[in-house]
């Protein structure tokens, strides 16, 4: 089953813009973890922020996390060309183990 | 990190016909893991690959469809069994590398079509 729902399941933005995702989901977790999957390829890890975090930086990436919400949003600030990808939160929803359950994603475009 | 390669990258098969996708991974790796994606949609998790017992399937995947071989810390194969349309999906091994709850690291999956 899945755990995580992303919305907009779809944004298109220029290039420059901001570009933000949600994500929320249903049991307690360890933490949350962001990937990026390019058209027919395997997925990429991004960032990962554990549930004693509230926000997390990766160069471009911000993330925030709301445990009391059980939400989570990934930002991509001065988006290019190249970030255009779908885009998945996962979450441990397991007590233990690595098994992670992946949202719906969002598919981010953007364009030059 | 690791590198992991997954055979075939692609495959177009008869209905009732039967595909086995191969994992190999560059590096000893405790956990090994199975994921469907069909078309337009997220992943799904099949099973959890366990060296040298039994895979553990989650609910809606059977042995019988979807058995799982883990011979050693670095090779896993899935088999698509009696295949129909309804199979026709991308097939992602992906491991674990660290403790509990580390990020995964995927291959490029198989792209599995059905005829």
């Known amino acids: 089953s899945q755990q995580g729902e992303e919305d907009p399941q779809a944004l298109s933005i220029q290039e420059g813009e901001n570009a933000t995702m949600n994500c929320s989901y249903k049991?307690?977790?360890?933490?949350l973890q962001w990937y990026r999957q390019n058209s027919g390829r395997g997925l990429v890890h991004l960032i990962l922020?554990?549930?004693?975090?509230r926000e997390k930086h990766s160069g471009r990436l911000r993330v925030t996390l709301d445990t009391s919400k059980k939400s989570s949003s990934l930002l991509i600030t001065a988006s290019r060309a190249a970030d255009t990808a779908s885009y998945f939160c996962?979450?441990?929803?397991?007590?233990?183990?690595?098994?992670?359950?992946f949202g719906k994603g969002t598919t981010l475009s953007v364009s030059s | 990190s690791a590198v992991i390669s997954q055979k075939p990258s692609r495959d177009i098969c008869q209905r009732g016909t039967s595909l086995t996708i191969q994992c190999q991974v560059d590096?000893?790796?405790?956990?090994m893991f199975w994921y469907r994606q069909q078309p337009g949609q997220s992943l799904t998790l099949i099973a959890t690959?366990?060296?040298?017992?039994?895979?553990?399937?989650e609910s809606g995947f059977v042995i019988d469809k979807f058995p799982i071989s883990r011979p050693n810390l670095t090779f896993s194969t899935l088999t698509v069994s009696n295949m129909s349309p309804e199979d026709s999906s991308i097939y992602l091994c992906?491991?674990?590398?660290?403790?509990?709850?580390?990020?995964?690291?995927f291959g490029n999956g198989t792209r599995l079509t059905v005829t």
């Open positions: 992906s491991v674990g590398l660290g403790s509990d709850n580390s990020p995964l690291h």
């Open positions: 049991t307690s977790i360890n933490n």
């Open positions: 922020i554990r549930s004693n975090e």
């Open positions: 996962a979450t441990d929803a397991k007590q233990a183990g690595t098994a992670l359950i």
């Open positions: 590096s000893q790796v405790t956990m």
């Open positions: 690959a366990n060296q040298g017992s039994e895979a553990t399937y």
